[in-house]
């Protein structure tokens, strides 16, 4: 293996230090960045391994009704808090249905939301990949891409964020805060990841040494946990990254729809808020037709960019779907198998 | 002489003693406690690590090698290149039997697949001989990959699978068709699929002088043994495998490969015990897999639904410099009497490794083809596809005319369909739903694999504490070999299971013959049972000789092994015990051999298969196509059941193999490069726990006098054939549509709501 330094800072500041100059990344769980390196992807001559830093792994409930989020919490334990999942349902579904349970113990929040795109042209070091290798072309586009992007790609990438913890976080306007050389700052979720346009390698706002510290979800995102879900559509039941995905929120008043929240996964280089589809949605009663109106608006402007027009149909599919789940409301516990189409079939034993 | 030796009529034998038992795994403890060996588990001392640079393209050639950089890293001993290597003693492109492959061991700069091996650095750990390779930095000369079943012309094969002609006639197909009311043409695909087994391929190699001592899990000691030997230009006797334990092999280690090769090459180079283990995307080349395949079938039935023809055309592929061809259209020789019968193959050369056998070659691709012909065939006369396999119920070989050995088929249907409750199934497809609105499907498929056997001997003794030895050179794959081959030597020689030595997993043993075909329980176990009775003749020759033995005289008579005595067949109250014997004679122990070797005679007169009936329920989403498989009930006829713990166990991931083939395995290969783009087990999909429903497996009693002297018919392989085509068509019954190419994914199931 290549060799690299390894350091170990103890404040959040030598951190942001170690990790601003050239060639440095940070370790958290490493689930997605070990991979990278064993497979000649990344080869990073620094790693800043964050995860003996202090205050980064507390969940907290703000005065205002926010939350807080270390970005050091796990998957698994965040999923498992009992308040956390009352409050975001669709949030903690969304976790249980990713990975597998072995990740999840491992994997953090801060490290879910920089994971790399799935794409095999990506990983495959032999391919001509803009992602990895800027300007070298995209060797997906005409390849093995019935996954692919199908909404904001452009020629030179047509990759997907494969998280599922974005996607109903995206929906309920989540804050990211973030540690830099200038100091603290944060910025919405929705604003972190960009969409790939001629640099796709750039894949967040993120500068040098940004660390995240922790994720934030406004007062508001409570208002909607008695309609949200998170449908995901994948190719077995357990440990496949979605083909596509779906987080929708309602606040319902008076049987009518006060407040709509959509955002889709697997379509597209971040997670895609579908607000065009939230407008339609505003004072209107929650009914299949009006959800009908709002995949489509979800969908507008999805395009192909290879082997995978299905996806743009599934895509609506799967928002219509998510939509009437979450008006028929949350259920009282998350599903032995979250997220999924069968979630509701008796004697599911696990995901 | 007491009749004792005996191959067809097992009489010292008291079943049920401790064949028949479901003992759980004696290797069991040695697993969940990490004490069993696996062969990457081995580290001599002074041992160094290789690693393996492969290809990244498919076809063309290596111009250069940065050999300077890797031997520059820190910790690297050696770069292992095709200019600088031990000498061969024969040319790896030589076959000098049937079962040699031709390896890449770096004869030549020619790549001929992506995943060849170019290269191996040794180095003091691993580390550094990863980046090593990675600093070796590859240049290639170029040319365009043959990739997929459209790749170049085809030929017709001279042979598919190991030596079957590519082409069988019984009657006229297109006479049959002609004649038909109604007609079946349909083109089915399958796609490439990888063996995957859990352990990846490993060795340890140390060399000492001209002696070779090696760590290696393999299904075939004896066959790497002696290729290794003429690789190498060694004798046999200088040569040591152990393989006690194997994290499944599934085909993927019966012969030797290039890379375990390589292994034994670089520990030569360096003069350093050597341990080499491929990384899981190094598995997607030299190793083998399974080849894909088109297969067309058209099929004609008379107005009662009796079949009047079954043509059944498979196109596969190879890779372009050796020959294996997957024997798909052979699926249809034996399940179906058809009036007519035609099968056929024709192939393309790929830039891919050379396919090999991969869990039920040939068997479980053909059975998922043939299955769904046959389903739309029931569709199309409008019969229930139960009943109309049931009317075309082959109660002799249709290809052949031999009559079965045994078959109890039809008791396979009835105690499944039964189980499963069948008989509520609505004839027309997408009728059934559960109470959350989603579709539900119910498919069947019929099982078939042929009952083989391979040459083996054992060697028995019997010990002067009255205890048993015996001895096999056999393989556990996980399958539970190191369990149901004791039981037999138990039995074999009249003692408790705790009371035999049981000795296999290394290559110093007498030949077990290769674990593979589902043939290895009978191969073994015969040659196990022999050697039993052998060595138990033996016993009782000293005794029945001997006038001082309450059994003297008993010549005659004969005797009966039973609990670690002798005793009279026509006086149970006399006998005595083998301690007894052998005091007495004062030897040490007695000891003999015996042999298994299938029965020519037997062949030539009877058609011998293992046959079975599965039974599928999914579900399937109506708007989003996500299939769930939420039942399974599988009954299998397979003759004697040796362990039905571990037959259960087998027969049960045969099922979710079966699961795996319809919805799940796809090797994806860029169709430019000719690479593998999901060579790893997060993207290439095998079925999860959660993927994975009840299954209910359901042995059926069988008695094959024919066969071999224990009755056996082999597990293995049989539980993926016929469930891959029962998971399909419940698909199909679950949705109305028919899906022809593998695994079925959700875009197919979008097409309708």
Redesign the interface.
């Known amino acids: 293996?290549?060799?690299f330094d390894y350091v170990r800072p103890g404040t959040i500041a030598e951190a942001v230090a170690a990790a601003a100059r050239p060639g440095a990344v940070y370790l958290a769980a490493g689930t997605n960045l070990l991979d990278l390196m064993?497979g000649?992807v990344s080869r990073p001559d620094r790693l800043v391994d964050v995860t003996h830093l202090n205050g980064l792994d507390g969940i907290e409930t703000l005065a205002d009704g926010g939350l807080r989020i270390g970005a050091l919490v796990n998957n698994a334990d965040l999923a498992h808090n009992a308040e956390f999942a009352r409050s975001y349902p669709a949030v903690a579904e969304a976790l249980l249905s990713g990975a597998?349970a072995q990740l999840r113990n491992a994997a953090t929040v801060g490290g879910n939301l920089l994971q790399r795109t799935?794409c095999?042209?990506f990983y495959?070091?032999?391919?001509r990949c803009n992602k990895r290798e800027p300007g070298s072309g995209c060797?997906a586009r005409?390849?093995?891409n019935?996954s692919h992007a199908v909404l904001g790609w452009s020629e030179s990438c047509i990759a997907t964020h494969p998280s599922d913890f974005c996607v109903p976080l995206v929906a309920l306007d989540a804050v990211v805060e973030i540690e830099g050389s200038n100091g603290r700052r944060e910025i919405a979720l929705d604003a972190l990841h960009r969409l790939p346009g001629d640099t796709p390698g750039r894949e967040s706002v993120l500068e040098p040494g940004d660390l995240i510290v922790a994720v934030r979800l406004p007062p508001a995102a409570r208002g909607f946990a008695a309609h949200a879900r998170y449908l995901k559509?994948?190719?077995?039941?357990?440990?496949?990254f979605a083909?596509v995905s779906a987080a929708a929120a309602l606040r319902i008043e008076n049987g009518r729809i006060a407040e709509a929240r959509l955002a889709l996964g697997g379509v597209a280089a971040k997670p895609w808020r579908a607000r065009a589809a939230e407008d339609v949605l505003g004072n209107v009663a929650p009914t299949p037709d009006a959800f009908q109106e709002a995949a489509w608006r979800a969908l507008e402007g999805a395009k192909p960019s290879g082997d995978n027009a299905?996806k743009i149909?599934?895509a609506r599919?799967?928002v219509?779907?998510a939509l009437l789940l979450a008006a028929a409301g949350t259920p009282a516990r998350i599903p032995a198998?979250p997220a999924?189409?069968?979630a509701?079939?008796s004697?599911?034993?696990?995901? | 002489m007491p009749e004792l030796n005996l191959t067809s009529a097992p009489a010292h034998l008291r079943h049920g003693s401790n064949i028949g038992q479901p003992l759980t795994r004696r290797d069991g403890i040695l697993k969940v406690t990490g004490r069993a060996t696996y062969a990457a588990d081995n580290h001599p001392p002074g041992m160094l690590f290789a690693v393996m640079a492969v290809s990244?393209?498919a076809r063309g050639r290596v111009t250069s090698l940065d050999v300077a950089a890797a031997k520059r890293h820190p910790g690297v001993v050696d770069v292992m290149t095709p200019d600088h290597k031990p000498q061969l003693a024969i040319d790896p492109e030589i076959k000098t039997n049937p079962f040699v492959f031709r390896m890449e061991v770096l004869q030549s700069n020619e790549v001929r697949y992506a995943n060849q091996p170019i290269a191996v650095v040794i180095a003091e750990t691993l580390?550094a001989a990863?980046?090593g390779v990675?600093l070796l930095a590859p240049r290639y000369d170029e040319l365009p990959p043959l990739v997929g079943l459209d790749a170049g012309e085809t030929f017709v094969p001279p042979v598919v699978g190991v030596g079957n002609p590519s082409e069988h006639h019984h009657g006229d197909v297109e006479a049959g068709l002609a004649a038909a009311e109604k007609r079946i043409d349909a083109t089915y695909e399958t796609p490439p699929q990888y063996h995957n087994a859990m352990e990846p391929h490993a060795i340890v190699a140390s060399w000492d002088g001209d002696r070779l001592q090696i760590d290696m899990p393999t299904q075939g000691l004896m066959l790497s043994l002696a290729r290794i030997a003429e690789l190498f230009g060694i004798a046999q006797d200088k040569i040591h495998i152990r393989s006690p334990f194997l994290g499944g092999g599934f085909g993927s280690k019966g012969l030797m490969t290039g890379p375990p090769t390589l292994g034994i090459m670089a520990a030569k180079l360096v003069g350093r015990p050597v341990k080499l283990v491929l990384r899981r995307e190094q598995m997607y080349g030299p190793v083998g897999h399974r080849a894909p395949t088109r297969q067309r079938l058209r099929i004609g039935a008379d107005g009662e639904g009796r079949l009047t023809a079954l043509d059944h055309h498979a196109r596969t592929v190879s890779s372009t410099f050796d020959d294996f061809y997957e024997p798909a259209a052979d699926a249809s020789h034996t399940l179906y009497a058809a009036a007519a019968i035609r099968t056929s193959h024709d192939a393309v050369r790929v830039n891919t490794g050379t396919p090999l056998f991969m869990r039920a070659p040939g068997e479980a691709t053909g059975s998922i083809a043939l299955e769904s012909a046959i389903d739309e065939m029931a569709w199309a006369c409008g019969i229930d596809p139960l009943a109309f396999r049931l009317k075309n119920y082959a109660e002799v070989e249709p290809i052949s005319g031999k009559p079965f050995s045994s078959k109890a088929l039809r008791a396979c249907y009835e105690q499944g369909a039964a189980r499963f409750g069948w008989a509520k199934r609505s004839l027309q497809p997408r009728q059934m739903r559960?109470d959350?609105g989603?579709l539900v499907g119910w498919g069947v498929g019929t099982a078939t694999f042929p009952a083989l056997m391979f040459q083996a001997e054992a060697r028995a003794a019997i010990r002067r504490d009255g205890s048993g030895v015996m001895e096999i050179g056999a393989h556990d794959m996980g399958q539970g070999a190191w369990t149901a081959l004791a039981q037999i030597a138990a039995d074999a020689v009249g003692l408790d299971v705790d009371r035999v030595e049981f000795k296999a997993g290394t290559s110093d043993l007498p030949d077990a013959g290769i674990a593979g075909g589902s043939a290895h329980t009978a191969t073994a176990g015969s040659a196990i049972h022999s050697a039993g009775a052998a060595v138990i003749a033996k016993l009782a020759d000293l005794a029945t000789n001997d006038e001082r033995s309450p059994l003297f005289g008993a010549g005659n008579a004969g005797v009966i092994a039973r609990d670690g005595r002798l005793i009279r067949r026509d006086d149970e109250s006399r006998g005595e015990s083998y301690a007894e014997i052998l005091a007495r004679a004062g030897v040490a122990e007695v000891e003999a051999r015996g042999t298994g070797a299938p029965n020519p005679a037997a062949m030539e007169e009877y058609a011998m298969h293992a046959h079975g009936a599965v039974f599928a329920e999914v579900?399937v989403?109506p708007?989003?196509?996500?299939v769930?498989v939420?039942r399974m009930v599988g009954a299998f006829a397979a003759g004697r059941i040796v362990n039905p713990r571990m037959v259960q166990s087998q027969l049960c991931g045969g099922l979710i193999w079966g699961m795996s083939f319809a919805?799940?395995e796809e090797a994806?290969?860029?169709r430019?490069?000719g690479?593998i783009?999901?060579a790893n087990l997060?993207?290439y999909?095998i079925?999860?726990?959660?993927?994975v429903p009840?299954l209910d497996v359901i042995t059926v009693e069988e008695h094959d006098p024919h066969v071999n002297a224990l009755g056996i018919k082999g597990v293995g392989e049989i539980g993926i054939t016929g469930s891959a085509g029962a998971v399909a068509n419940a698909v199909w019954h679950a949705t109305g549509v028919r899906v022809r190419r593998f695994p079925i994914?959700?875009?197919e199931l979008?097409t309708q709501r």
């Open positions: 293996m290549k060799q064993k000649g597998s799935r095999a042209y495959d070091t032999a391919s060797d005409d390849g093995e019935r559509v994948r190719e077995r039941t357990s440990y496949a083909l299905f149909e599934l599919r799967i219509v779907r198998l999924s189409p069968f509701s079939i004697g599911a034993i696990h995901a | 990244s393209i580390e990863t980046e990675a559960d959350d989603l579900k989403d708007e989003l196509g996500q769930r939420t919805l799940h994806v290969t860029d430019r490069s690479r783009m999901n997060g993207e999909h079925p999860v726990n959660a993927d009840p994914r959700i875009e979008l």
